[in-house]
């Protein structure tokens, strides 16, 4: 089982997925689908947190489930908690397997300790040099840290060992410049566009080649592009990640009201509100009274819910929500001196594109005062 679980893992690469997912290789045929839109009384989340009871017996095998239940609205702490948890339990025999080092790798990423967890994904390549998922992670977490060239050479460690698709959207990833972009963008179209899907069983390993498609296209300015490309998978069953950048995309277009309406009542359902879904709630909300569509059913209430999570960051000096805090003071209560500070806050820890155009934004709005 974890023979099977080391090979075929992997993790979605983007800042607002901080964590990353680890999921099975499944499909390896591409295609697009139609924009899924749930009912007005259809229940769109809803994840089994009682599961977890029956996974309370210490193994690899079962901090891997944590994790993998973290990436879903409300469940993020719950799961990584006992993920972290039972790692510190486990056996001598367990923390010599490459798996015990990979999961360390994640929840050290999650928390923003990237060499630490680049010395954790060095100790299980040196355990399994075809672990595919540890060699994913650690371009991952070399983008993130701005290193693109290592990034491109652990990419390359995967050519001939990995999926076709995932070896070279690895590498294309790693692009730097619009032109190259572009050029990437471009190559990696017929990948994504080949895509198949089944609504019932998302392939998450195609979830991550559509969001590296939006991703692409939203460097490249191509914002209705990249909507197309998010609207490809029902919301209430993606990962936080995927939802974020759904309603980044939505919120560009200027589509506010879909953004309040669908993820609204995903994020409405859940017990725990994550702080990345709650900023786009609340800009989207102030999007529409800047624009005077918010007045006659005028609501506040995820303005209010932002503000009270943003305030018990900045009580805490919360560097790990440096991003969220930057983007609440750029977009919902502007203040150009604390979106400038948190931004430069997040691009010491992180140096990703959408990292870069935080700070870019921030500076902006300072210049104009």
């Keep these: 089982m974890l023979q099977?679980?080391?090979?075929?893992?992997?993790?979605?690469?983007?800042?607002?997925?901080?964590?990353?997912?680890?999921?099975?290789?499944?499909?390896?045929?591409?295609?697009m689908a139609e924009v899924y839109q749930p009912s007005n009384n259809q229940v769109v989340a809803n994840w089994d947190i009682n599961q977890s009871l029956k996974n309370a017996q210490v193994s690899l095998e079962n901090v891997e489930w944590h994790l993998r239940q973290s990436q879903y609205v409300g469940l993020s702490n719950l799961h990584l908690r006992q993920a972290s948890n039972m790692l510190s339990k486990l056996s001598e025999a367990d923390k010599n397997k490459p798996e015990y080092w990979y999961y360390?790798?994640?929840?050290?990423?999650?928390?923003?300790?990237?060499?630490?967890?680049?010395?954790?994904?060095?100790?299980?390549?040196?355990?399994?040099q075809k672990f595919i998922s540890a060699w994913l992670m650690k371009s991952n977490v070399h983008l993130l840290m701005g290193q693109n060239s290592y990034a491109k050479s652990s990419c390359l460690q995967l050519v001939g060992v990995a999926n076709v698709d995932i070896a070279l959207a690895c590498l294309l990833q790693t692009a730097l410049g619009l032109e190259k972009t572009l050029e990437a963008y471009e190559k990696f179209k017929p990948v994504v566009e080949r895509l198949q899907h089944d609504f019932e069983n998302i392939d998450a390993s195609n979830l991550w080649l559509v969001q590296l498609a939006a991703d692409m296209a939203t460097q490249l300015s191509l914002v209705q592009e990249s909507a197309k490309?998010?609207?490809?998978?029902?919301?209430?069953?993606?990962?936080?990640?995927?939802?974020?950048?759904?309603?980044?995309?939505?919120?560009?277009?200027?589509?506010?009201?879909?953004?309040?309406?669908?993820?609204?009542?995903?994020?409405?359902?859940?017990?725990?509100?994550?702080?990345?879904?709650?900023?786009?709630?609340?800009?989207?909300?102030?999007a529409l009274e800047n624009k005077g569509l918010n007045l006659e059913t005028k609501s506040e209430k995820w303005q209010i819910a932002a503000k009270s999570r943003v305030t018990l960051r900045l009580q805490r000096n919360d560097s790990y929500h440096a991003a969220d805090l930057s983007r609440y003071f750029l977009y919902i209560e502007p203040n150009y001196k604390q979106a400038l500070y948190w931004a430069q806050q997040n691009i010491t820890q992180s140096q990703s594109h959408e990292d870069h155009a935080l700070l870019t934004a921030a500076k902006a709005m300072a210049k104009e005062g």
């Design 104 to 128: 360390s790798a994640r929840i050290l990423e999650h928390q923003h300790q990237f060499s630490d967890a680049l010395i954790a994904l060095e100790k299980a390549i040196e355990q399994d």
């Design 229 to 286: 490309w998010m609207n490809t998978y029902p919301l209430e069953k993606t990962p936080i990640s995927y939802m974020s950048q759904w309603a980044d995309t939505q919120i560009a277009l200027g589509k506010y009201e879909v953004v309040l309406r669908y993820l609204g009542q995903i994020v409405q359902q859940s017990g725990y509100q994550d702080d990345a879904l709650l900023m786009r709630l609340a800009m989207a909300e102030v």
């Design 4 to 31: 099977n679980l080391r090979n075929f893992q992997f993790l979605t690469f983007f800042k607002r997925a901080i964590f990353g997912l680890g999921v099975m290789f499944s499909s390896h045929q591409l295609c």
